[in-house]
Nanobody, 124 residues
Framework: QVQLVESGGGLVQTGDSLRLSCEAS????????MGWFRQAPGKERVFVSG????????YYLASAKGRFTISRDNVKNTVYLQMTNLKPEDTATYYC?????????????????WGQGTQVTVSS
């Protein structure tokens, strides 16, 4: 069983940066596609970014492209989401997810493991 623990969220101002981390335990993630999702109150969980097992392929929500960077360290079993130039519309709970597959997908239902989430609040 895989456990995912996110950290790094917080309250920031427009234009600030944050780096989210997702550390896995219980199983190596070196063969797993990983994703970051976010969910604002009253809204659906949305795919933000994903990364292939070897880190060579990355994918982003259109509004995140150019501002967010996903990366992973398979030795540390950790995935990161560097977020820059944050905007109030980025406010949400951010979740890390892992798949029992090498393919990155945007559908939340296709991910097998989830973290508990970390809150990101961007004030204007």
């Amino acid at each position: 069983q895989v456990q995912l623990v996110e950290s790094g969220g917080g309250l920031v101002q427009t234009g600030d940066s944050l780096r989210l981390s997702c550390e896995a335990s219980g199983q190596t993630l070196s063969t797993s596609a990983m994703g970051w999702f976010r969910q604002a109150p009253g809204k659906e969980r949305v795919f933000v970014s994903g990364i292939s097992p070897n880190g060579e392929s990355t994918y982003y929500l259109a509004s995140a492209k150019g501002r967010f960077t996903i990366s992973r360290d398979n030795v540390k079993n950790t995935v990161y989401l560097q977020m820059t130039n944050l905007k109030p519309e980025d406010t949400a709970t951010y979740y890390c997810a892992a798949r029992n597959s090498v393919a990155v997908v945007s559908a939340a239902r296709l991910y097998n493991y989830w973290g508990q989430g970390t809150q990101v609040t961007v004030s204007s």
